[in-house]
């Protein structure tokens, strides 16, 4: 195990609902990335943080926002939600923010969005 | 623009065959660096290797082997004698420096069915 933990680990929501993931890194840790994976597909990245501060962003919509705690936790925010979100939400750190080594990815949430 | 590919889908082998992943990047950068990720059914992704770009030497872990090889930008993964346990999808990812955040570009995934 990788140390990151993640949740809730599935949940449904309707289409314009908003919905929160939670995201504790591993311990050390500063960076949390926020990762999208489709159904067959590779995860897409959605944004990264550093020290509380946004350092990255892939391309997503302004409704997709985050937050980083003092602590290196991260919240993942998608307000107005649509169907094509439904998607498995990975979560990963790593010490650094600036730097390209491996990432350590949680379990995921599987959102579902009807 | 950085891209990587992995053309196979999907892969079936009996338990005990060799087989290999393969994996095609693009980058423009000359310093990057490339993974392979297993993903288990529970959907965690789990880190398998790293290899930054002037490293070309190849890497034996086991059954797990790396061949990487700049001049046709491939980074291909063999497992030897294969298990029902390597039942997973694994994912190529690039990292370089030319994106803000570092982040990761990943293929499409390959589906490795091992058949006991």
């Known amino acids: 195990e990788t140390g990151v933990t993640q949740s809730p680990t599935h949940l449904i929501k309707t289409r314009g609902q908003q919905v929160t993931l939670r995201c504790s890194s591993q311990?050390?840790?500063?960076?949390v990335s926020w990762y999208q994976q489709a159904l067959g597909q590779g995860p897409q990245f959605i944004f990264q943080?550093?020290?509380?501060?946004?350092?990255g962003r892939g391309n997503f919509p302004p409704r997709f926002s985050g937050l980083q705690f003092p602590n290196y936790s991260s919240e993942l925010n998608v307000n107005a939600l649509e169907l094509d979100d439904s998607a498995l939400y990975l979560c990963?750190?790593?010490?650094?923010?600036?730097?390209?080594?491996?990432?350590?990815f949680g379990e995921g949430s599987r959102l579902t969005v009807l | 623009a950085q891209k990587v590919t992995q053309a196979q889908t999907e892969i079936s082998v009996v338990e005990k065959e060799d087989v290999t992943l393969d994996c095609v990047y693009e980058?423009?950068?000359?310093?990057?660096?490339l993974f392979w990720y297993k993903q288990p059914p529970s959907g965690e992704l789990v880190f398998l290797i790293r290899?930054?770009?002037?490293?070309?030497q190849n890497e034996i872990s086991g059954r797990y082997s790396w061949n990487f090889q700049k001049s046709t930008s491939s980074f291909n993964f063999t497992i030897t004698a294969s298990q029902v346990v390597d039942s997973a999808v694994y994912f190529c990812?690039?990292?370089?420096?030319?994106?803000?955040?570092?982040?990761?570009?990943f293929g499409t995934g390959t589906s490795l069915t091992v058949i006991p």
């Open positions: 311990s050390g840790h500063n960076t």
């Open positions: 990963a750190s790593r010490l650094g923010g600036l730097g390209t080594g491996e990432l350590f």
């Open positions: 990812a690039l990292s370089d420096r030319s994106n803000t955040g570092n982040q990761f570009y």
């Open positions: 290899r930054n770009s002037f490293d070309e």
């Open positions: 980058t423009r950068d000359t310093t990057y660096y």
């Open positions: 943080y550093y020290r509380e501060e946004e350092n």
